[in-house]
């Protein structure tokens, strides 16, 4: 992003500068000197702006020169972060948070751990448990070719695909609860 503005314009340097969270400095190299007396900067003399809780700038706790988050709140003082959550939360009747304990670090929020993927299902086991309920009159609650087609599995990778393999299996652990056809489906297919 490129920004363009007027060295000599007191108004856009100023604007620049709250950007920037700095004091305009006039260009001096080009200025025209000044007749009166030059006098130290002192801290602008307070507006009565107040920030997204309602606080007006404080020096002792706010960042000079004052500038304000995307929020909309002052900048916190560098070293004075628990006085001015403490400021906040008295501005806004919320309880500031705890400060922790010198030496002792903040706990951290427990992150979630990654997903551990199933153990992959042996092809030889699950068709070997598959051919018994087929063997078996009341083994399974459907042919095999609408169970594959119900299913999505494909007999050509059936010895390959994991998903297929898993999505068989859990159809047989179905068929052992005692399901229908459908209610073996529906396990299957949401394992």
Not at 8 to 26: S, V
Not at 119 to 133: G, Q
Request: aromatic share 4%; proline share 10%; net charge negative.
């Amino acid at each position: 992003m490129q920004i363009t503005f007027d060295p000599h314009n007191p108004e856009e340097c100023a604007t620049i500068a709250r950007l920037l969270g700095t004091t305009a400095q006039p260009d001096t190299a080009t200025e025209q000197p000044d007749t009166a007396p030059t006098q130290p900067e002192t801290a602008q003399p307070d507006t009565g702006e107040t920030d997204c809780h309602g606080m007006t700038h404080n020096d002792a706790i706010h960042s000079t020169p004052a500038s304000k988050n995307a929020d909309g709140s002052w900048r916190a003082k560098r070293g004075q972060k628990e006085a001015y959550e403490a400021a906040i939360a008295a501005a806004t009747g919320k309880d500031a948070p705890a400060p922790a304990p010198q030496g002792m670090p903040m706990p951290q929020p427990a992150s979630a751990a990654p997903a551990t993927p199933p153990a992959p299902i042996d092809y030889k086991t699950m068709a070997e448990r598959f051919m018994a309920k087929m063997a078996d009159p009341d083994g399974l609650p459907a042919e095999y070719e609408a169970i594959y087609t119900a299913l999505s599995i494909g007999y050509d990778d059936l010895e390959t695909n994991q998903t297929s393999i898993a999505r068989l299996s859990a159809y047989m652990d179905a068929v052992d609860n005692g399901d229908d056809h459908d209610g073996c489906v529906r396990h299957a297919m949401s394992a």
